[in-house]
C-alpha cells in the first residue's frame, strides 16, 4: 500500500514543508522506537539482532565496508530523509525565514552553544580518564527524533521555529562528525573528499545543461554518497548537499531566451519534496527507529562510581547543558545583535529547542560506542542516553503544550 500522495503544491493549501509532518508520523516513529526498545530486551532478542544484521550486498557489496540491512536503513535509506531536510532548508535559504542572514546565523551559534556547554559539563562530572573519553556523547541531536517530538507539540509551533530546529540539528551532526574524524578515528579520508568533489561536479553540470528530470541527477547523487562513505564522513550527510545544491527556481542552467515562460511549474526543490515528503515521514523515520532504538541493557550496572558519574554526566548534558548552551548562546548573540529571532518566535521557543536538542539517541550512542571499550561504562552511557533523551522529550512535549495559544473562549 503506497503512502497518502500530498496535496497540490499550492502555497494555501500545502505549504510544503517536510517539518510539519502530520501527529501521526510522529506518533509511528515513537511506537517503532518502543517496540524496538522492548524486542532488543526481551526474550526474542536475538532476533532483533539478526534481523538488522542481515546481509544485503546489492549488488555493490565489493566496494562497501558494511552492507547489511542496519547499514542500507542507516546509511542510505536515511539520506533520502537528509535530502528532504536539505530541500527545506534551500527552499528557505532562497525565499523563506532563513533567507535573512541575521535569521540563518542564528541556528549557528545555537549549535555552537549545543556542543560546547553538555561538553563541558561531563567533563566536570567526570574526573577519570577512561570515563572522560565519553566527553562528546551529550553534544549530539539525533534530528529524526527531535523533529517527530516537535510534530507531536501541534501546528501552532510558529514554522519558523522548526527551521531553526531542523538547521541546528544538521550543524550539531556535522560537529559530531567532525568530532569522531578527529578524535574517534584516523581522520577524514581525501579520497573520498575528491570523489565528492567529482559528484558534485556531476550535479552542477546537469544543472548549467538545464536537465529537469529528477531522475538524471541520481548517478552523480550516488557519487557523492559514494565519496562521503569513503572518506569516512557519514554517507547521510550527501542528501544534505544535495538539497542544498537543487535549484529553487523552475528555470535554471542554460535555458533560452524565450523559454524561461514554459518552465514556470513548481521548481525542483519543490517538486523533489513533494514527492519524497510522504515516503520519508510514514515509511523511512519509522523503520529508522525500529533499527536504531533496539538499545539492549544487558551488562547495566550503577552502583560502581565510574559508570555513575558516566551516565551523570550524560544525562545532565543532555538535559541541561544543551538547553542551557542554546539559549545562552543565542541570547548572547541576539543581544550583540550578530542574529535575530525569526518572525513569530520567543525566548520560551528557543528553550523548546534547546530542550529537543537534548534528544541525543543514535548518534549519542553511536559516539558511546566508539568512546568506551569498558563494557560497564558502556552500558550506563548507553542507559543514559535512554533516559536523557526520554526526558528531553518529555520536557519538550509540556513545555510545548504549555506555551500554545489559548482558543479563543
Known sequence: MSPPAPAPAHAELWPLRFISVEAVSGVALLAAAAIALAWANSPWADAYEGLWHLKLGLGVAEYLPAHDLHFWVNDGLMSVFFLVVGLEIRREMHDGALSDPRVATLPVVAAIGGVAIPALLYVLINSDPAARRGWAVPTATDIAFAVGVLSLIGKDVPPALRLVLLTLAIIDDIAAIVIIAFF??????????????????????????????????????????????????????????????????????????????????????????????????????????LANAGVSLQGLELRAAAPLAVGAGIVSGLVLGKPIGIVLVSFAAVRLKLCVLPAGVRWRHVLLVGLLGGIGFTMSIFIANLAFEDLPLLAAAKFAVLVASVLAATLGLLLGRATRPRPPV
Open 184 to 289: 574517534y578515528s584516523s581522520g577524514i579520508a581525501v579520497g573520498g573528499l575528491l570523489i565528492v568533489a567529482a559528484g558534485v561536479l556531476g550535479v552542477l553540470v546537469l544543472q548549467w545543461l538545464g536537465v529537469q528530470p529528477a531522475l538524471a541527477y541520481v548517478l552523480p547523487g550516488s557519487v557523492v554518497w559514494f565519496g562521503m562513505l569513503h572518506a569516512g564522513l557519514h554517507p547521510a550527510l550527501a542528501g544534505v548537499l544535495l538539497g542544498l545544491l537543487t535549484p529553487a527556481t523552475s528555470a535554471f542552467g542554460r535555458v533560452p531566451r524565450g523559454r524561461g515562460a514554459r518552465r514556470a511549474g513548481a521548481p525542483p526543490v519543490e517538486r523533489v519534496q513533494a514527492t519524497l515528503h510522504p515516503w520519508v515521514a510514514f515509511g523511512i523515520m519509522p523503520l529508522f527507529a
